[in-house]
């Protein structure tokens, strides 16, 4: 239960991440957000035609919504992936620039003092 409060308590900031990293991946694109959500609307509706009502193959129950949750699933993680290996890689330059400014851990992290 404690994880769907953290959800909520930080919903302010889980909102501005998507709205940044929306703003970022689809700058400069004047219809990037509206293909993002149109994109697997399209591709449920080429697979619910061909597969259910073309050649009969699918028997499963709400085939469309079935199509629809997993079609999002697949088109979010796999346009994610290069975000991540680039996330990855700017994790790595911070924790080996601070194995440098702390000569392995040997000194005390540097504190930054800010005035207001």
Known sequence: MSIYADLYRYRELFGNLIRR???TRYKGSALGV???LINPLVLMGIY???FSLLW???QVPHYALYLLVGLTV???TSLSGFALVVGLCWLAAGFLWLLWVTRGF???TPVLHVEE
């Open 21 to 23: 990293d929306l703003q």
């Open 106 to 108: 040997q000194r005390p």
């Open 74 to 76: 697949w088109l979010w």
């Open 56 to 58: 009969k193959v699918a």
């Open 34 to 36: 509206l293909w993002s």
């Open 48 to 50: 619910v035609l061909v």
